[in-house]
């Protein structure tokens, strides 16, 4: 009997609770299923029971007291899981709830107070309803299965609420450490089992985190003392992986200007293996885009960046067997200055083949080929928007020979990029060298659309109007070719996918307009052949400006 429970054990602990969380008696008597101590924190109160119980969903705290022949004992004390309207309560006022004998009953309280709980103000007199031998309505015995089975359902909500925590948990903790969220295994039969085999790589270090993207992140790391970059992917993105994995370790692969690849492994920078990775070939002066933002480059190292460029792109496209080793045709279908790292020597190496295709070639491709699309859907996917060609923006992709197409949308992503590196080179920006500053970096139509044009916007402005990039008047006055420079990129990034160039003509092209300089940049002759300069001509143009085209 809990009637002569002494209170001041507790003043102590009521003392320093603080004033918005409820602090209750806490009990539970020998073979009472179920617990409650989940619903709020326990706190030590003294050497034996009772205790105490500081609530943390409710300002709530109950009682159940068994009354078996005129005498009451405490079944259940401690916090409820919400507020009820008879939480309002300030003592403990006991209603009858239910029959679990022929002569006991159950006897339940909610109140509102600290320590309310700790006693019941009074019992119900005898005949009362509800209380044995009484005349009126009697609680219908199933309602003490209906107490067991709502503590039943309260401990399995519990036990849901904490597997929940438990992942977030564990998701939380992975994004701290940088890696993919850890996710459910894949299904049986949804592929190879990618885990078991790939090796782990205990010497691998992950330093820095230097991309993040929706279900992969790029880290800086070493492998037996290499600097080397780290792409983890998460479980979501397994399929990618395998993909992008294939066509990396397709024979003959290795090129000067494509990102090489040295191992797959799996792991994570921290304890949680967080998904498959792959360890490639770091560049640590970053992207192509990150490198225009930050520097400007004379004629010849602009060159260097472009003929590299074409050079990667040609070698991807082609078909060819080599030392009894065949290699695909590759689309690369995601060509963006984002995806362009700039080596040492300041050339450039493609990477991120995550969306690359094998192409159908003129030879039967090896059965380690990896999976061709799926439908149309399939080959039309692209990557960055910015970059997208019109036919890929307006669904109209050649779709009999979507081997030439995709090259051929390749090219006119490879003219966007061409003309990014060109913008930056403080030579074609004006004869006078006082005047050779170029403006800040812009990416392809940022000038026009803004940094985040929509693909409505786009399909506007690249599909219905026909409009390119700007090209400065200035840069007909360079090479010993003065149209060569705009030749060249009206013929890559045409609105016709059949009359641009292929990527070995665009190598081919700038090779000859790479080549040393006669005399002096601009020739006497470009004074009468260029049209005069507009203010601020390395911008866009306002329409009066000559030079201005829409095609």
């Not at 709980?117 to 031998?133: I, K, M, Q, V």
């Amino acid at each position: 009997m809990l009637g002569t429970l002494g209170l001041w054990i507790l003043l102590p602990i009521a003392v320093q609770a603080p004033p918005s969380r409820r602090t209750c008696v806490f009990f539970e008597a020998p073979g009472v299923r179920g617990s409650t101590k989940t619903l709020g924190k326990l706190l030590d109160a003294g050497p034996g029971p009772p205790r105490v119980i500081r609530c943390l969903y409710s300002r709530c705290c109950f009682g159940i007291w068994n009354l078996t022949q005129h005498q009451a004992q405490v079944e259940m004390q401690g916090c409820r899981d919400s507020d009820e309207p008879d939480c309002e309560a300030p003592h403990c006022e006991l209603s009858p709830r239910a029959h679990p004998g022929p002569r006991s009953t159950l006897f339940t309280c909610s109140c509102g107070t600290d320590f309310c709980n700790a006693n019941y103000s009074h019992l119900p007199p005898p005949g009362s309803p509800g209380t044995p031998g009484s005349q009126g309505p009697q609680a219908v015995p199933g309602e003490s299965i209906w107490m067991v089975l709502v503590l039943l359902g309260l401990f399995l909500l519990l036990l849901l609420l904490g597997s929940i925590i438990l992942a977030l948990l564990q998701r939380k903790a992975c994004r701290v450490q940088g890696g993919p969220e850890p996710e459910p295994e894949p299904e049986p039969g949804s592929g190879r089992d990618w885990s078991a085999e790939l090796p782990e790589l205990p010497e691998l270090c992950f330093s820095q985190v230097i991309w993040e993207g929706g279900h992969t992140v790029v880290w800086a790391g070493q492998l037996q003392g290499k600097l080397v970059a780290i792409k983890a992917f998460s479980l979501r993105a397994v399929a990618q992986f395998q993909a992008e994995r294939a066509l990396y370790e397709l024979p003959s692969l290795q090129h000067d200007h494509i990102v090489r690849f040295i191992t797959a492994s799996r792991g994570g920078p921290g304890p949680l293996p967080c998904g498959p990775l792959l360890v490639l070939e770091l560049h640590p002066k970053g992207s192509l885009c990150h490198y225009l933002t930050q520097h400007t480059s004379d004629w010849g190292s602009s060159m260097r960046m472009a003929l590299s460029l074409a050079r990667g792109l040609a070698f991807l496209h082609e078909e060819r067997w080599q030392d009894g080793q065949y290699k695909p045709g590759i689309a690369h279908r995601d060509l963006s200055s984002q995806n362009v790292l700039i080596r040492e020597d300041g050339s450039c190496a493609i990477g991120d083949l995550g969306l690359a295709l094998v192409l159908p070639g003129l030879t039967q491709p090896p059965t380690w080929a990896p999976t061709q699309p799926r439908g149309p859907a399939a080959i039309m996917e692209a990557g960055t928007q910015r970059y997208m060609a019109p036919e890929l923006l307006d669904k109209t992709l050649d779709l009999q020979d979507w081997g030439t197409a995709l090259r051929q949308a390749d090219v006119y992503s490879l003219a966007l990029l061409l003309w990014e590196i060109l913008s930056r080179c403080p030579d074609l920006c004006a004869p006078s060298p006082l005047l050779s500053i170029p403006p800040p970096f812009q990416l392809a139509y940022e000038a026009e659309l803004g940094s985040t044009p929509t693909t409505c916007e786009l399909w506007t402005l690249a599909v219905e109007e026909r409009r390119r990039p700007y090209i400065p008047s200035t840069w007909h006055c360079f090479t010993t070719d003065p149209g060569g420079l705009r030749e060249l990129l009206e013929d890559c990034w045409d609105a016709d996918p059949e009359a641009r160039l292929t990527a070995e003509c665009v190598q081919q092209r700038l090779a000859a307009l790479a080549r040393p300089q006669e005399a002096r940049s601009f020739p006497e002759s470009c004074t009468h052949d260029c049209p005069p300069l507009c203010p601020e001509d390395c911008l866009s143009p306002p329409p009066h400006c000559p030079g201005a085209r829409s095609p």
